[in-house]
């Protein structure tokens, strides 16, 4: 099938474009900045050569108040300059940081070990640069040469050394990319690998804790560190070289100049207020050079920085506007579906076919791998689909607004997860627009008011990360109660009952037929028996492939035996029971095959 795709320029380019009137504008103010850095060299000469030699108090309070005003503009200026660098810094993390998220986003559902919080970090650094003194000596460095030609113009010797040693200077910059450069790119990337590691192992503190294996992990971890830590050591020694030779070139340069000045002075080829306003002159031409050599491994990461979110942007593409669609009714077709493991070439689900009427409830039974839960992910358009598509009402699940798919589609994944913060702001997804209304009756179709209501603080209860605040069951059903939120047409429910008691059981059941009721499409990943009796359809997938499709009462009997009749859907099991009658054939199914998501 042919993709047709409009170019969509990359964010990055685009926030640059954004803000590059605000520094064009810091330019703009850095060309009078360096015009008012001659105050203090021509005040010099004229003390040196006018003020002492005529005694005139006059002159001095003339020139003094003349040079005062000069001055406060001067610093008016700079406050100006580093005012509108700020502000465009702030706009460039106001115009990527929506994009950056959602490429990192994006990007942690194709590759889940990555460190995809790293984009947001390269963001902060750009940030940092485009609104801190690298930038200004960035503007102020192409004065560098007309301070030096001014050098000449005041005395050639004077013009030699202030060019010796701007060129001692850039030679040093020089050296100090090529000696560094490569150590500190490895040492970001090594140590990205090592907050990675990190993260993954104190997200399973608890086994690493119950199964004794702290100093392992600890070597593990603290091994790529030293590595990490080996080139940042071995790049800031070399770094730390340069900078204190480039300082010694300076203080060297800065004698120099001062002694060959005062050997014209004395052979009065130039006055003493000459010789004291070449200084100043060619202390301001190295200054901007002399901070870049110091900022250089600001400077070096900033480019990596660039690089890397030029990379995810342009392995992310932004979403074009799209038009939005007609609202989901909950038909569901799934046309030759292949979808890929996150981070590998693998398919986990290979040319899967099927349509689903709205209003249907079916179950996903396999064995454990064989492609169930990947299914599930892809009919929510968690994972990508690799080729083939999922169609919402005949439309591509791609096309639709993030925001209107987002209300449309109800998901409860496998592992529960939920965010810091409070029980009602996890289950109306942190949506700001979010009636408690609506949130009260998402819970209650959930089953999970009354139990809400009795946590401390009920739904203003902080749940803490990941929810470690609730219990399993608690988790599983704020996790539903989540997937309830704003009566999704589409509701995709991956083990919805792999934590639930039995009173948990018979009120997820009450969930699923009320959501049958209301004419919701519901797609639940299960092998219990409760949960069995009450779909309509079963899809069997094996080894990623969809081995059978068929009612709930075709497809049992091939699985239990011929000889047992299958039991009738219950919405609650006879007896108030958490489980069904041992006759359910359900139930013979699990006592013969107990499979796991």
């Not at 799209?322 to 689900?349: I, Q, W």
């Not at 169609?391 to 209107?404: A, E, F, M, T, V």
């Not at 029971?577 to 013979?588: E, F, L, N, V």
Request: proline share 5%; glycine share 10%; aromatic share 6%.
């Amino acid at each position: 099938m042919t993709n047709f795709s409009l170019h969509v320029p990359s964010p990055l380019a685009v926030a640059l474009r954004k803000i590059r009137p605000g520094l064009c504008a810091a330019g703009g103010l850095s060309l009078f900045i360096n015009l008012l850095m001659f105050v203090s060299p021509l005040y010099t000469m004229q003390i040196y050569d006018r003020v002492l030699t005529s005694r005139n108090a006059v002159t001095l309070v003339i020139i003094s108040v003349i040079v005062g005003v000069l001055l406060m503009t001067y610093g008016a200026l700079e406050h100006y300059r580093a005012r509108i660098l700020q502000q465009a810094g702030v706009r460039f993390d106001r115009l990527l940081s929506g994009p950056a998220f959602e490429a990192a986003l994006s990007s942690a559902l194709r590759a889940r070990g990555s460190n995809h919080a790293q984009t947001l970090r390269d963001l902060d650094l750009m940030r940092d640069i485009l609104s801190g003194g690298v930038i200004m000596a960035l503007m102020d460095a192409p004065w560098a040469p007309i301070y030096i030609v001014i050098c000449f113009l005041l005395h050639p010797l004077i013009g030699l050394v202030a060019l010796v040693g701007a060129l001692a200077i850039v030679t040093i910059a020089l050296v100090n990319e090529r000696a560094t450069k490569g150590l500190l790119l490895r040492a970001s990337l090594t140590n990205t690998r090592a907050i990675d590691r990190l993260g993954s192992s104190l997200r399973n503190a608890e086994a690493i804790r119950g199964l004794g294996m702290g100093p392992a992990i600890r070597s593990w971890c603290t091994g790529i560190r030293e590595e990490a830590l080996g080139y940042s050591v071995s790049a800031g020694e070399r770094g730390g070289t340069l900078l204190a030779l480039s300082k010694f070139l300076r203080m060297a340069i800065q004698t120099a100049m001062m002694g060959i000045g005062a050997y014209l002075a004395i052979n009065q080829e130039i006055s003493g207020g000459v010789l004291f306003a070449a200084s100043l002159i060619m202390g301001r031409a190295l200054a901007p050079i002399e901070i870049m050599v110091a900022q250089w491994k600001s400077i070096v990461s900033a480019r990596s920085a660039h690089a890397r979110l030029e990379r995810i942007f342009e392995e992310n593409p932004p979403i074009a506007g799209r038009v939005r669609l007609p609202d989901v009714r909950g038909t569901v077709s799934v046309e030759n579906l292949f979808v890929l493991a996150p981070g590998t070439n693998t398919p986990v689900v290979m040319g899967a076919t099927f349509t689903l009427k709205a209003g249907e409830v079916v179950a996903l039974v396999g064995s454990s791998g064989s492609g169930k839960s990947s299914l599930a992910r892809a009919l929510v358009g968690a994972w990508p689909p690799a080729q083939g598509c999922v169609r919402l009402d005949g439309n591509d699940l791609r096309h639709y607004d993030p925001d209107q798919l987002g209300t449309a589609l109800g998901y409860l994944p496998q592992d529960i997860e939920l965010f810091s913060g409070c029980v009602r702001d996890n289950i109306a997804r942190f949506r700001a627009d979010a009636a408690d209304a609506q949130v009260t009756e998402a819970a209650t179709h959930a089953s999970a008011h009354e139990m809400i209501q009795r946590l401390p603080n009920g739904y203003m209860t902080d749940i803490g990360e990941d929810g470690v605040g609730l219990s399993g069951g608690q988790r599983q059903r704020v996790g539903l109660a989540r997937a309830l939120f704003g009566k999704p047409s589409f509701v995709v429910l991956d083990e919805p009952d792999a934590n639930l008691d039995s009173d948990g059981n018979r009120a997820l059941i009450r969930a699923i037929e009320g959501l049958r009721r209301d004419g919701k499409t519901v797609v639940i990943v299960t092998h219990r028996p409760n949960l069995l009796s009450a779909v309509d359809r079963m899809i069997i997938m094996q080894e990623g492939r969809i081995a059978q499709m068929g009612s709930r009462d075709q497809l049992l009997p091939s699985l239990v035996g011929p000889n047992v009749a299958p039991a009738p859907r219950r919405p609650v099991w006879d007896g108030g029971r958490a489980g069904p009658p041992a006759s359910d054939p359900a139930h013979s199914l699990l006592r013969r095959t107990r499979v796991d998501a």
